[in-house]
């Protein structure tokens, strides 16, 4: 029986792993609609994983988790630590609105306003939850592309202390350590996880110069985290969660002082901190209505210290204040009213520029359900920045299901905008020949999508097609010299995402999905940057024995147009690439696992982006262990 409920679960957790809407009804997401709703009732294309997924796979960063996700186009400058940017259905990679456990992570002082990926570890990761389209209609700007909500451990139940290390290949030595439980009123989670990567070979042999050795990248990552509960009264209760991330990277830079430039013959070295943290009270004034009330505030800081005079130090800090507020008003059974009030502020510095912005928001949503089949979802949403001035985006998402057939019918359709980052507006570089635009537009953007899901053989066998469709107006790039920033007229992104789930056996479980991306600048019809037309996964997971699991992942990422490594070439083609990796665990005894993985198992040796090779052949194994107090 013990052998029959594993496999139940490892069944349930892998159709759950890269869904874009599975229809078991206690899978919950919250993102789409920001309450929990059963996530076969939302319009919008939706990727759950969980954290029974990242540890099937073995999954250390989240960049790694993202990969394998529909819809995402993921580029990371090399190995562990290197910057790392996601590219949602071919918009840009600020278009997509970043949330830690209700965090809004962006950060102010980068060059787009992007999330930085490439410092964010797995350790103490729950959930993370994907939403693919316009989202400005309930999160404002950056959501042009969708939203991807990150939602770390809660504890619950009697205490839990596990820890984990690993090491392997490039110098690798990984550690992680949790304790999390709740006693009384109150719940608590304490994470701390180090990631070490002491030589990872990035730099191309190509690119050097004749007789210089290549060096390798090391990186080192300490991820602080804790989350806190604590529940008042039957009606309140107190949410804390805070994280601090400290990081750091020795990588080979460009040297200017040829053109083109080559890599440098002696490494910089990047510093990182990063600090989140939130407070949030909940209160149910009466049995229908709900609000919350938090405050979040954020830090961001990057420090580069370059090796000569082409590469000077740099620094920057940005910094994010917000107060949210969000009620819900259950209206009628099967109707509910939100309503949302939001306030920030934005800062950006460095060595010579200090800038800052606020924005204010009010949005409604109004979830009903009809006939019991029949789902929607409308929101409206008005922003008002102080640069820009009033924005108003609005969002429906309707879903249906054919009880007969078993089939579900979705859709959304939406707008979007996106605020010129601070960054873009006054942060200069005029060494580089490049200088900031102050007269830059918000981008717009209008999108839909629309897809079916269907079942057969008593839900052994599933898949599914969404088409998506996304049109933005004022596109910012680099203009055509590579010295400024423009806004184009418009550009265009549609494409089709398609998947199928089989439970071929009790034990074995196989997943495929495919995206097809087009992507294009409608004046010049180019094709934007670093969008693949074509992504595929394969991913099987097989219960060997009750002890013990396989992971078999593929990946294969299409050509795609890129620039050479110091964009001397504006335009080239990429080749395209599939690389295999497998992971398996053995379960020693109830308290110890023994698990090991090998990444890029056919050595694959391959560029994303061109000029920075990511790792070849990795092999690593370690040892987990967990105790569990007495209930």
Known sequence: MRFLSKQTALRAALIIFASSAAAE????????NRREVPID???STVTVVTAEDIELKQHRTVPDVLRTIPGLSVTQNGGPGGSTTVSLRGTNTNHAKVLIDGIDVGDPSTANGAFDFGNLLTADVERIEVVRGPQSGLYGSDAIGGVINIVTRKGRGPARATAAIEGGSFETLNMAAGLSGSTGRFTYAFDVAHLHAGDTPVTPLSLLPAGRARIGDKADNLTLSTRLGARISD????????RYVDASLR?????????????????????????LTRLEARHRTFEAFEQRLGISYTEHDREIRGIDAFTPDTAYTGDRTKVDWLGTYQLLPGHSLMGGLE?????????????ENDTSAGFVQLDSVFWGALYNSVSLRHDDNERFGGVTTWRVAPSYRIEATDTRLKASYGTGFKAPSLSQLFVSYPAFNFFANPNLKPERSTGYDAGFE???????LRFGVTYFHNDIDDLITTNARFTSLENRPSATT??????VTFAATPALTIRGDHTYTEARDNETGNALLRRPKHKASLAAIWQVTEESTLSLS???????????????????????????NLAGTHELTRSTTLFGRIENLTDKQYQDPTGFERPGLGIYVGVKVRYDAAP
């Not at 009606?235 to 805070?242: C, E, N, R, Y």
């Open 454 to 460: 269907q079942t057969f053989m008593r839900d052994r």
């Open 554 to 580: 593929a990946l294969h990422v299409g050509a795609r147009v890129d620039g050479n490594r110091d964009f001397s070439i504006q335009r080239l083609t990429a080749p395209s690439y599939t690389v295999i």
């Open 251 to 275: 990588f080979t830079g460009d040297d200017f002082s040829t053109f083109p430039s080559v890599p440098a013959a002696a490494q910089s070295r990047s510093l990182n901190t990063m600090a």
């Open 235 to 242: 009606d309140f209760d107190l949410g804390f969660v805070a």
């Open 494 to 499: 549609f494409g089709v995402e398609s998947f």
């Open 343 to 355: 306030a920030a502020t934005d800062k950006l510095h460095d060595r010579s520029t200090r800038a």
């Open 41 to 43: 009732q939302v319009g």
């Open 25 to 32: 009804p206690l899978v919950i997401t919250v993102t789409p």
